[in-house]
């Protein structure tokens, strides 16, 4: 199982956060064509983090533009209140944070009967082992690799061993859960992500502002 990830390439989910929003469709419209595997969601409501992103209209009115699954990342309180606002045909998955859900495991099954798969993120501070008990439940696992609430910013290394405590979890427990990085990365910095055992790679500003995106895209992915 483990062996067959390696030889598997990393995936990547461009962050429409970093798009030019004046011109959303056409920028979603022209990563997709390059090769990309999810497009990530950031919604951020201004009281989990202090900025505020968008919301679900948004969302939706990429649906017949994107060509690629959403991975919608929720940087919301109590976001058991909004999830059904962001399914739709395009969602595959949608991630809430562990420090924002009074109740996870709730939150998790209300994704679930909802036809969309779980995400979980966890905060720079957050101790990985929190998600023990639930682990069953989470079909994405979100580390945070910066401080949720803005694009730009640096690479937190601290990320890493908790990359590799998840990947050697999935192992020992025999779960599938996807592992996903998010925040800093870029083709300079990617390998280390991806070393450590990392199944999607998360990058906004790295490719929305690279002057060649299938490059800087490609090298992010590890294509040679
Ligand atoms: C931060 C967001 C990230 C962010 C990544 O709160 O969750 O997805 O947009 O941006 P870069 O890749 O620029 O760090
Ligand atoms: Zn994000």
Known sequence: MVEMKKNCKTLIAPSILSADFARLGEDVKDVCDRGIDYLHIDVMDGAFVPNISFGPAVMKSLNGIATVPYDVHLMVEEPIRYIKEFVTDNTEFITVHQEACKDLEATLDAIHELGVKTGVSIKPGTNPEVLNNLLHKIDLILVMSVEPGFGGQKFMDNSLPKIS???????????????EVDGGISSANADLVTEAGVDVIVAGSAVFKAPDRSAEIKGIKGIA
Not at 165 to 179: A, M, N, P, Q, V
């Open 165 to 179: 405590y998840y990947r050697d979890k999935r192992e020992e427990l025999g779960l599938h859960y996807l592992i």
